[in-house]
């Protein structure tokens, strides 16, 4: 997965961050979902096609 499948995304971040920078961000396109540092917006971006990233979050505790 490539970032370009990013590009135009909107990036957000939890409700429940603080005002501060150290935050996980993420984006999504109906083929992708980015996730990056909010420290360095212009930096780094992993990219997961939607599969993937339903995966993952179907993995995490409390919901199953």
Known sequence: MTTPELS??????????????????VAETARAVGVRDSKDPAGPVLAFDRRAWTAFVAGLPGRA
């Open 8 to 25: 135009g995304a909107t990036w957000r971040k939890s409700t429940r961050s603080g005002s501060n920078a150290n935050c996980v961000e």
